[in-house]
């Protein structure tokens, strides 16, 4: 059958057919797969081994990294049920609805990987940055972000009733379904504004820290990172093509580009552990990336994971506040006075560390 099938078919249609992007997948999501537990592990390692150990935000990580294996390996997967191939090469209708199965399987992953590590990155602003303004914000921000996902989960699950429609490849199974184009198209817009904001938001803070510009530079780089989720989802959304009917070889590009959005994500929210890292197993590699620093930034004390933003409330009183240290040998006393106006704020590897300048007056 499948060699009548082929002699009726021009030299070209048969060499059109034989095209696949299978590799392409396979390669691509292995990689990313590779990237995101490389980050995962790193962040785990040095949070448990170094700092005050796991946080609701790693947690929230974790959830992301298992959704997004789920994404990445169904999306290996699709490929023997014709995903990477024209559409025209899965004669059979078995095959057509595993594959419908699979993609609702993808969508549901994408939507929980991606909501749970944005979620995750607003918990670590609550964790390290004080400022009742900034920390307002980002409630608001944590409480649409939550609604967000869970509107889009529901969407999602109930694009067509009965539910099983939505992986019907006969077209005899009898319902509604909602046209999904728009609600793509709508909610793209919504999630690029939150994920700017998300991102965006803890730039102009770090800004305003004293320190060494190439420091400052440097952390505001790191923040900024982030902004690479939203490029990665404009450029997932330009590849979004509800119109054409060859859906198994169309909807690659949009399905690599989701995979490599929520791995960049996890990646990303790992990045400030890498350095800490460094310092810990490799101080000569911390001193030649520049990455070292005058202080005692090793310090478990001085890092992401401690009480950072507790010891910056201490320090943040509104007054000024004196306290007494022992006497100096050849004085009788030493009044040392701190100022709230010479407070100081420091990230340290993904962490704030607050020091306050003091002024000490010497009584003979």
Excluded at 238 to 243: K, L, V
Excluded at 325 to 332: A, E
Aim: proline share 3%.
């Amino acid at each position: 059958m499948a060699e009548v099938w082929e002699r009726s078919l021009s030299p070209e249609r048969i060499a059109y057919l034989a095209q696949s992007r299978i590799p392409e997948i396979i390669v691509c999501n292995t990689a990313l797969l590779v990237i995101a537990t490389a980050g995962l592990l790193v962040r785990l390692f040095v949070r448990i081994r170094y700092l005050t150990g796991i946080n609701l935000d790693d947690l929230l990580c974790v959830t992301s990294w298992i959704f997004t294996f789920v994404l990445c390996v169904t999306c290996m997967m699709m490929t023997k049920y014709g995903f990477g191939k024209h559409i025209g090469t899965v004669q059979n209708f078995g095959d057509r609805a595993m594959f419908l199965k699979l993609d609702f399987v993808t969508m549901l992953s994408y939507v929980l990987a991606l909501g749970a590590i944005k979620i995750s990155f607003c918990l670590l602003y609550l964790h390290i940055f004080p400022g009742k303004k900034f920390r307002m914000a980002c409630w608001w921000l944590l409480a649409i972000l939550v609604a967000e996902t869970i509107e889009e989960v529901l969407v999602v699950i109930f694009q067509c009733w009965p539910v099983h429609k939505a992986w019907d490849a006969t077209g005899l199974v009898e319902g509604k379904c909602v046209d999904m184009t728009l609600f793509y198209y709508a909610n793209f817009g919504i999630k690029l504004a939150t994920d700017v904001a998300l991102f965006a938001m803890p730039i102009p803070k770090v800004m305003r820290l004293k320190m060494a510009v190439g420091k400052r530079v440097g952390l505001v780089m790191m923040f900024s990172l982030g902004l690479l989720v939203c490029v990665t989802s404009i450029i997932r959304v330009t590849y979004f093509n509800p119109f054409s009917e060859d859906h198994t070889w169309v909807l690659v590009d949009a399905m690599n580009w989701s995979c490599v959005e929520v791995a960049v994500a996890i990646f990303i929210a790992c990045i400030p552990s890498f350095k800490t890292f460094i310092s810990y197993r490799s101080p000569t590699l911390q001193r030649l990336l520049g990455l070292a620093n005058g202080d005692d930034s090793a310090s478990p004390s001085n890092m992401y994971g401690t009480s950072t933003r507790q010891t910056y409330d201490k320090f943040s009183t509104g007054g000024r506040s004196s306290f007494k240290l022992k006497p100096v040998t050849g004085h009788s006393r030493a009044d040392v006075e701190a100022s709230h106006n010479g407070s100081q704020e420091r990230i340290i590897h993904a962490g704030i560390q607050v020091t306050t300048d003091v002024s000490v007056k010497e009584t003979f």
